[in-house]
């Protein structure tokens, strides 16, 4: 039997998801690229089966989706080394965690072919794991003597698709406040408050500690900011479209946040910081990107550009941002292995 293992993170609580118990509320309600990857997996014949391990120092049950007489398993454990099943085809290691390395250090043949995908500061191992190929998100992350390919994301086209809506906003900032060292808040307050040519523009923001924003949004004399406050995933596409632009600000110690494929492929235009990561593929269609000292003025670009962009967008959300084409090209580079 060919098995595909994610290790999707440390964390010990149950994520919004894990409420749906069917396959199909399953895949039209999780907006998390890195678990419905393995179900297209399934569903091409790659695997025969899928383990999604997490982290829980209480007994939980298995959640599990067939997928064409194929079992796709969500199964809690209270320590990554203490896995006692047969030898995976592939295991597959989200976001870099220590718990991650003192498995594989633990037991080093018990995974298959490692493929490593860190985040922020945990671009690469950092407690000593070893992995056979390493998965970036940006072309700056490369460096000589690691054997790295670069991994394709999108999101789910059930959730994040264009809509014929009236737009009632200038843009849409989708950012979380209790990150204030990676989302570019400042930057974002400093530019928008301090233009006479921004600071009119209506701004709906979603995202946590709204308290935060709306002060920061005060005191930046940015009268026409909302604030919607945390959303879930199908409000945030409506808000994008009724939007004129998507804004990502994130700045190089960020991950490569999903947000940016999730503006994409709700159609809307995003305007994207120089240093904010993601694959060069992604920036051809759709995006504006600007170094900071010019954020004025291409956010002035974007308002007349928006309507070019939007018409390029809808032809990469049928090709190049397909959940199919986006997958493909991740399977056929691990092939190569």
């Known amino acids: 039997m060919r098995s595909f293992w994610l290790f999707r993170s440390n964390l010990k609580i149950l994520e919004r998801y894990h409420q749906y118990q069917d396959l199909q509320s399953f895949k039209e309600n999780c907006h998390d690229y890195y678990l419905l990857f393995p179900i297209w997996l399934l569903e091409k014949g790659y695997f025969d089966e899928v383990i999604i391990w997490r982290l829980s120092d209480e007994s939980i049950p298995d959640i599990i989706f067939d997928v064409n007489g194929k079992s796709y398993i969500q199964r809690w454990v209270r320590s990554f080394k203490d896995i006692q099943l047969p030898l995976p085809e592939i295991s597959f290691f989200r976001g870099g965690f220590p718990e991650y390395d003192e498995a594989v250090l633990d037991r080093p043949d018990q995974f298959g072919k490692k493929l490593y ?19 970036l998100e940006d072309e700056h992350d490369f460096v000589a003597g690691k054997k790295a390919v670069p991994f394709y994301k999108t999101a789910n086209p059930h959730i994040f698709k264009p809509l014929n809506l009236e737009k009632e906003y200038d843009v849409c900032w ?14 974002f307050f400093n530019t928008f408050g301090g233009c006479p040519r921004l600071v009119d523009l209506k701004i709906i923001h979603c995202g946590n500690n709204e308290d935060i924003a709306m002060k920061m949004a005060k005191d930046s004399n940015l009268k026409n900011f909302q604030t919607a406050g945390s959303v879930d995933r199908k409000t945030l596409n409506k808000l994008l479209n009724k939007s004129k632009f998507g804004i990502n600000l994130s700045n190089k110690n960020d991950g490569c946040p999903r947000v940016s494929t999730e503006i994409l492929m709700s159609g809307t235009p995003l305007l994207l910081r120089k240093e904010t990561r993601l694959l060069t593929y992604y920036k051809r269609k759709g995006v504006m990107i600007f170094p900071d000292n010019n954020l004025i003025r291409t956010a002035i670009n974007m308002l007349s550009e928006c309507d070019k962009l939007r018409e390029d967008l809808k032809s990469a959300i049928k090709n190049e941002l397909s959940f199919d084409i986006v997958n493909m090209m991740n399977i056929k580079l691990w092939k190569k292995m």
């Open 117 to 135: 995908l860190g985040a922020g500061k945990r671009l690469f191992p950092q407690y000593g794991g070893k992995y056979d190929l390493y998965l």
């Open 174 to 187: 989708p950012c979380n406040f209790s990150q204030m060292k990676y989302k570019g808040q400042e930057l």
